[in-house]
């Protein structure tokens, strides 16, 4: 099975939890964020047939982020598409999906076997994710 989720705006990283003495939440951006890709991913559910996925997955994602504002508008179109290499970091962006996509997509973020991930600039900020069993026995990537 295959699930296919588009996520427009700029993608937000995962954040380690606040704290105030014993009270702890999430940051309010991620929250949010969190809530949208939820909401994208049950109608890709809804779309797909519904059912959790079961057994290995293989989660593949592209970030696409706004270049600087502090940049020209020269370099800003001339960005697109090109790799970022600065922070944050691309694990953190994957590990906000994989949470968010917990009891929603499927059960537990362990049986996601394969991880491959990428950031890059783009004058249209979004989220492509694309989340399918593999076989067992499915050869690796080296």
């Given at each position: 099975?295959?699930?296919?989720?588009?996520?427009?705006?700029?993608?937000?990283?995962?954040?380690?939890?606040?704290?105030?003495?014993?009270?702890?939440?999430t940051p309010e951006p991620q929250a949010s964020y969190m809530e949208v890709v939820?909401?994208?991913?049950?109608?890709?559910?809804?779309?797909?047939?519904g059912a959790l996925l079961a057994g290995p997955l293989?989660?593949?994602?592209?970030?696409?982020?706004?270049?600087?504002t502090s940049w020209s508008n020269k370099k800003r179109v001339a960005s697109e598409g090109l790799l970022k290499i600065t922070r944050p970091d691309t694990d953190n962006y994957i590990k906000l999906i994989k949470d968010a996509l917990q009891e929603v997509a499927y059960k537990d973020d362990a049986i996601a076997a394969q991880v491959m991930a990428e950031k890059r600039y783009s004058l249209t900020p979004r989220s492509l994710i694309?989340?399918?069993?593999?076989?067992?026995?499915?050869?690796?990537?080296i």
């Open positions: 099975m295959r699930l296919e989720i588009l996520i427009d705006g700029e993608p937000v990283p995962w954040a380690r939890a606040r704290s105030c003495g014993k009270r702890r939440w939820k909401l994208s991913a049950l109608s890709a559910m809804r779309a797909s047939g293989r989660i593949t994602a592209s970030f696409m982020c706004e270049p600087p694309l989340v399918e069993t593999v076989p067992l026995d499915v050869p690796g990537f």
